[in-house]
Structures are given as C-alpha cells and as structure tokens.
C-alpha cells in the first residue's frame, strides 16, 4: 500500500505517527525493561532482548552504546539509559 492510496485521515495518522516514532520508541524501551525484570525463562528473555535491539536501532541508538546494553543483558542498565533518554527529551 502506497501513501496515494490512503485517506487523507489515514495519511495524517501515519504522518503523526512518524512525528512520535522517537517516543514510541522510548515508551517501548521502558515497557520492555519492566519486562524484563519481570521475564522468566530463557526463550522469553530472548524475545525481549531482540525487541529492544529493534527499539534500539529505530532510535538510531549509537551502535557502540546498543552492543553494551544488548551484551550485558542487564535491564538496570537499560532502563538508566532510557530514564536519560527520555530526560533529554
């Protein structure tokens, strides 16, 4: 589906929603480090960690700063980058 073929309603939500992707994708980055803290099992953990590399890269987080969270699996250290993020925001 192309932009021509949506409404014009259609077009000003897909529109808003890019103007907001950045907190979108903060809001989400929270979301999943309480779920995070909360996950049991392995295969769930893993789901959440991949969500929050995909969260990562839509926010253009540095690379460097994604592969320390992302290695350390360490959902305090997420939520402290996002509280930042959001505090610069």
């Known amino acids: 589906m192309h932009m021509a073929d949506l409404s014009r309603h259609q077009k000003k939500i897909v529109e808003r929603y890019y103007e907001h992707r950045d907190d979108i994708m903060l809001a989400k980055l929270s979301e999943l480090a ?12 893993e789901r959440l960690w991949q969500r929050v590399a ?28 996002v509280k930042d993020w959001l505090a610069k925001k």
């Not at 309480?34 to 953990?45: I, P, Q, R, S, Y």
Request: a positive charge.
């Open 34 to 45: 309480g779920e995070l803290f909360l996950a049991d099992g392995e295969k769930k953990l």
């Open 54 to 81: 995909l969260a990562m890269k839509n926010l253009k987080v540095k690379e460097s700063l994604a592969k320390h969270i992302l290695d350390s699996r360490d959902p305090t250290l997420l939520a402290r980058h």
